[in-house]
């Protein structure tokens, strides 16, 4: 349908009968999602097209947090950027600056001492968890239940704590920066995030009791959106969205960077219901897989941060980075594993300070991309479900 | 003198069947017409009631009322499905539009 | 203002439990003595008046309350007041004769209590849903755990611009909130609160409280469709869908017991199930319990309450039917919503949970009904009063706000399948298994006192249970998120 | 004027004056609004002539089933822009001609009809005067009448089923 048609059926004053509106099928009805919806998660817009409550088509519609972040990133020096790299993805601020930081570090080939690498995997491995929290508690949100939402915030909020004990702020860190941490680990940190993580880790099962195994939750996702192993390869899906669609792919262990090849970790990836305590009803690459996929990715955080605290040794946290760092000629271009799929940055050096070109492939926009694809021939409040699992943040998406 | 007996509702049902029929001949939306049918009905429903109260003395009439309700709920359920594939033929609910089988 | 808030709380406690004694005792103390002395001068004076009582005057009731007349039912007739103080009883009770009047005390009745308890609910699902998710709710409007949270809220509801966007039908949107509203006050008309306490006792009671229920989703509908909002119109359309297709189920679930009673007059069933906890309709036979649960099911998604609240279902349709209103026409929706509520949850407790008995056998109290007044106050505690009805009806309307805040809601699909194909038949089936029930086993066989026992003990256990899990959690979530971070972390 | 008697010259103002606005509404949602008017106004009628049973089958059918199921049909059916379907002059002309000229014959009738009065009587118990009424003299058309809704349901049913796609 073009975009005429659509002004013409939405702005048809009453009293007249537009041509087009004829050419329609009587049952056809075109509704805006968004931006301002409980549940598109921000400011992302979904057009409509429906026959009652089925969706013939949904479109999504984007550009509305547009904040020139990487026009901004030709414009100052990497260091300057990383905390403009904390208000892409909003949730996973210490993952975005990581991303960037080994971006720029590769290019420039500098060394990070090892402490460093630690707090580095700690804080990402810490800001995941925070952020699938976030993601739980309002994917039950989206689906009707508002008491997880609760839930999530609350063990949050621990997070949250630890990292403005680290570096003072609670949502935009600018912490893991261009050769290793801005600050070593506070006094009591280790201790505080055991105690969290013997305290979160059964919280987990709290959730799946709660939410996971519910009965109508199972009924409301499982056999929903499922998107199939190649389509998600296709669009280029990454994250748990890849993996909810039963593809073992993960970059820390598929092409370690950083410290990971020391951890041991599963993969886990979304399977058909009826084995292993999945619920029967539940197909591979649905709504259900991603967002168990999350949860079961908790788990392996916490295992991930246990380890980090065996092994964290002592020593250096910033490598000697110069005051004024030239970028060489030349261009990197390095994917991380964010939270939601894979965070690509591209930096430009031209032997000057400031970078000639930075690019970011956010993961949020590539898995946006499938939901005209999935949210076809579905009902009304199957959206929210299948929007919600694939799990956008709109700050990523439009930058 | 105001007083109320088997006339006064009478002319009162009178006065729903008029309203009733008017509806029924003159609107265009299929719906309107059903929605004058129903009035009609009410008309003659509450006749017999009345009748029932004031003349009769027995219940006949409500029953009689009874099923005419019952009736009219089964009417309505058919013609709101027969107008419902109307529209979806013919994408209007002006039963003057529905002259297609016209010679 | 929170200060004056404060200041009148203990005040307006006390008022409220002087209420809650006059609720047990008014109409003993009152409309019964008032009748009593109608019934005394009409064989006093030997009036003959084809069975109606005489009309007294002023002079009589004074005359009555001094001792002057002898009566010989009431309690009034052992008391003697003296001249000016039965002067002016005498003004006071005067009115209360006339059946107007009685009708307006009604009505008056019945707006305070839905406006209050509208208020009372939505400050106590605010609550409740608190705790249930670890934190406080409304704390500060009032002093003791943000009482007056709600008369703030009304206040601020009141304060708002009445809001109609461009295009919308004005009469009808105007109308809709109230076509909403007035069923849900209606239905109060014939929802008996005791034996005593009913504005109309109907012969179809029922029927009507049902009809009333029916009839306020017109107002839903009309208020989706005058809002020429899409979404508006989604919750409509849901509404109706949801609607028409639930009153099916309620409708059967509401014949069962109808089945065993034989009448559709509520004082009637009520009054049958006054002796004790094991002759609640309920736990008369398997089919009775299976009739209750399908009832408080279907009579949920009546109320539109989660998981069946579609037609407002947030995440979805913004807000559903009442997307573009507005303040206080907003808030008739909300009054509308609790007030239906409570109805289904007094209902349930009418027709299958011994309305307004208490689980004591009313006999035992016999003795203190028609002893001296506090006697009787204290009967209408103990035994059997309004205040177990709407205890029953807050304990139901409990249960639904505890669903509400633990489960995710349905697809329309699914409530659809849920009715149709699973609620509907379930339905038709326990009406005709207790029918046959009532046909072949007699309550006074062993099998009837069998089924009779076990249902009573599966009861008793339900209802312990919902208590107690409800005590465990209040006590156990009483930790909140924010003296937790401080205490429990080292180094904090 | 005693109760009864006020009630029902508002109960009857109010059914008429709805029925009027069905006349003259042109919004089709606004007609079946005015239709609520008189179908609760008609029930109130029923309370007032003692039959309880019938003004609650009024409300539970007429106002909560067939009205809902009407407004709807105008929900489905009326999607399309700016139809507004007045009914014709000349149409309506006649109509107005016809109707009051019928309406005057009927009331001069009415008026001129030689009741006897009958002292109404108070129906002892009418729900279960009306079931024992359906289940022995017109258990016939009782029993016809469940046939004739199965019918219905499964007709409407029918009906409603989306067009199969070639």
């Known amino acids: 349908m073009s975009d005429t048609d659509i002004h013409s059926q939405r702005e048809a004053p009453p009293g007249t009968a537009p041509a087009a509106a004829r050419e329609l099928r009587t049952e056809e009805m075109l509704v805006n999602m968004g931006p301002q919806h409980p549940s598109t998660h921000g400011v992302l817009r979904l057009m409509l097209r429906t026959d009652g409550e089925l969706i013939l088509e949904a479109i999504p519609h984007i550009g509305y947090l547009h904040r020139c972040a990487e026009k901004i990133g030709e414009n100052v020096t990497p260091v300057q950027f990383v905390p403009m790299t904390d208000r892409l993805d909003y949730l996973t601020g210490m993952n975005n600056n990581h991303g960037f930081s080994l971006a720029v570090e590769k290019l420039c080939g500098l060394e990070v001492p090892e402490r460093g690498h630690y707090i580095r995997v700690i804080m990402c491995e810490l800001n995941r968890i925070a952020s699938h929290l976030v993601s739980f508690g309002c994917y039950g949100m989206d689906i009707g239940a508002f008491t997880p939402f609760l839930y999530g915030f609350r063990e949050r909020e621990y997070i949250l704590d630890l990292f403005e004990a680290t570096c003072g702020a609670r949502l935009t860190y600018n912490y893991l920066t261009i050769g290793g941490a801005s600050l070593d680990l506070p006094e009591g940190f280790v201790e505080r995030l055991a105690w969290f993580l013997d305290y979160f880790e059964p919280k987990i099962d709290e959730y799946n009791n709660l939410l996971s195994f519910n009965y109508i939750f199972i009924k409301r996702t499982a056999n929903v959106g499922v998107i199939s192993a190649a389509d998600a390869l296709a669009y280029g899906l990454t994250g748990p969205c890849l993996r909810g669609s039963g593809v073992k792919w993960d970059l820390r262990r598929c092409v370690p960077y950083e410290i990971y090849d020391r951890f041991e970790f599963d993969i886990p990836v979304g399977v058909p219901g009826g084995n292993a305590g999945i619920p029967p009803e ?6 259900w897989s991603r967002y168990y996929v999350r949860m079961l990715e908790m788990k392996q955080s916490v295992r991930i941060l246990r380890q980090c605290l065996k092994q964290l040794a002592g020593g250096e946290f910033r490598a ?10 030349g261009e990197v271009y390095l994917e991380v594993e964010g939270v939601r799929g894979q965070l690509g940055f591209l930096v430009v050096g031209e032997n000057k300070p400031i970078p000639r070109r930075v690019k970011i492939r956010g993961p949020s926009f590539c898995n946006l991309c499938i939901v005209p694809h999935v949210c076809r021939q579905v009902l009304l409040a199957d959206v929210p479900a299948i929007v919600g699992s694939i799990d956008v943040v709109m700050g990523e998406v439009d930058r | 003198m105001l007083t109320v007996g088997l006339t006064q509702y009478l002319v009162l049902a009178a006065f729903l069947f008029c309203c009733g029929l008017f509806v029924m001949t003159t609107k265009r939306n299929a719906v309107g017409i059903l929605i004058g049918v129903e009035l009609v009905l009410n008309a003659a429903c509450l006749n017999l009631v009345a009748f029932s109260r004031y003349r009769v003395g027995t219940i006949d009439g409500q029953i009689a009322t009874l099923f005419i309700i019952v009736l009219a709920a ?30 | 203002m929170g200060s004056i808030l404060r200041k009148v709380a203990l005040p307006i406690f006390l008022i409220g439990v002087a209420a809650i004694m006059g609720i047990a005792w008014a109409p003993a103390l009152l409309c019964g003595t008032v009748d009593s002395m109608r019934d005394d001068l009409g064989t006093w004076y030997k009036w003959d008046l084809r069975g109606e009582r005489p009309t007294l005057t002023v002079g009589n009731i004074r005359q009555y309350l001094e001792g002057s007349i002898e009566g010989q039912f009431a309690p009034a007739a052992h008391v003697r007041f003296g001249h000016s103080t039965a002067v002016a009883f005498a003004y006071v009770l005067w009115p209360l004769q006339f059946r107007i009047t009685r009708d307006v005390l009604a009505v008056v009745g019945v707006v305070g209590f839905v406006s209050l308890f509208a208020m009372f609910a939505i400050w106590w699902e605010r609550k409740v849903a608190a705790r249930m998710q670890s934190r406080l709710g ?4 009032g002093g003791w755990h943000g009482w007056a949270q709600s008369l703030a809220d009304g206040l601020k509801l009141l304060q708002k611009e009445d809001i109609f966007i461009e295009g919308a039908d004005r009469p009808l949107f105007r109308m809709a909130a109230y076509v909403a509203f007035v069923p849900a006050l209606g239905l109060f008309i014939a929802l008996p609160f005791s034996a005593a306490w009913i504005a109309r006792d109907l012969d179809v009671g029922l029927i009507f409280i049902f009809a009333m229920f029916g009839v306020g989703v017109l107002g839903v509908l009309i208020a989706g469709w005058a809002s020429n909002n899409k979404w508006s119109m989604f919750g409509a359309m849901r509404e109706a869908c949801q609607m028409i297709s639930y009153e099916i ?18 004082t009637t069933i009520g009054d049958l199930q006054s002796g004790g906890f094991q002759t609640w309709l309920a736990f008369r036979n398997p089919f009775l319990l299976a009739a209750a649960l399908l009832f408080f099911i279907a009579a949920l998604a009546s109320c539109k309450r989660a998981p069946f609240d579609l037609p407002e279902a947030e995440s979805e349709l913004v807000a559903g039917f009442h997307t573009e209103y507005s303040g206080f026409r907003w808030a008739l929706f909300f009054f509308a919503e609790y007030a239906e509520m409570f109805a289904a949850g007094a209902l349930a407790a009418i027709l299958f949970f011994g309305a307004w008995h208490s689980p004591l056998p009313a006999a035992w109290g016999e003795s203190w009904r028609h002893g001296p007044l506090w006697q009787q106050a204290l009967h209408g505690v103990v035994f059997s009063g309004p205040l177990w009805l709407i205890g029953k009806g807050i304990f139901f309307v409990y249960v639904q706000m505890w669903l509400r805040w633990t489960l995710p809601r349905i697809r329309l699909d699914q409530v659809m399948y849920a009715c149709v194909q699973v609620m509907l038949p379930l339905a038709m089936l326990v009406l005709l298994a207790n029918t046959f029930w009532e046909w072949l086993v ?8 069998a089924a009779n026992a076990v249902c009573t003990a599966v009861g008793a256990v339900a209802v312990l249970a919902i208590i107690g899990i409800s005590i465990y959690g209040f006590v156990n979530r009483r930790r909140l998120v924010g003296t937790l971070v401080v205490k429990h972390l080292p180094g904090a | 004027m005693s109760g009864e008697v006020l009630a029902f010259y508002l109960l009857a103002a109010l059914a008429a004056g709805s029925a009027l606005g069905c006349v003259i509404a042109t919004n089709i949602v606004r007609m079946a609004m005015c239709l609520l008017g008189t179908l609760g106004a008609v029930a109130l009628l029923y309370f007032l002539l003692s039959a309880n049973f019938l003004a609650v089958i009024q409300l539970v059918v007429y106002a909560g089933g067939t009205l809902i199921l009407i407004v709807f049909g105008i929900m489905v059916t009326s999607r399309t822009y700016g139809e507004k379907l007045k009914p014709r002059t000349s149409e309506a002309l006649i109509g107005t001609i016809v109707v009051l000229a019928l309406f005057a014959g009927l009331v001069a009738i009415l008026l001129r009809a030689p009741w006897t009065p009958v002292a109404p009587t108070e129906p002892s118990n009418s729900v279960a005067q009306i079931g024992q009424e359906l289940l022995g003299t017109y258990l016939v058309p009782f029993e016809l009448a469940s046939v004739l809704l199965l019918a219905v349901m499964i007709g409407a049913a029918y009906l409603a089923q989306p067009a199969k796609k070639e």
């Open chain 2, 74 to 103: 089964a009417e309505a359920a058919v013609a709101i499905a027969i107008f419902v594939n109307y529209y979806r033929t013919l994408a209007t609910i002006d039963v003057d539009k529905g002259d297609e089988l016209r010679g």
């Open chain 1, 282 to 287: 539940v197909v591979v690459g649905d709504s």
């Open chain 3, 249 to 266: 189920p309620l409708g059967f679930a509401l014949l069962v017991p109808i089945m065993t009673v034989g009448t559709l007059r509520l």
């Open chain 1, 320 to 329: 000697k980075v110069p005051r004024t760092l030239k970028l060489p000629a």
């Open chain 3, 442 to 449: 007699p309550s006074r066989s062993v099998l009837g006192m």
């Open chain 3, 138 to 141: 409304p704390m500060r409007v």
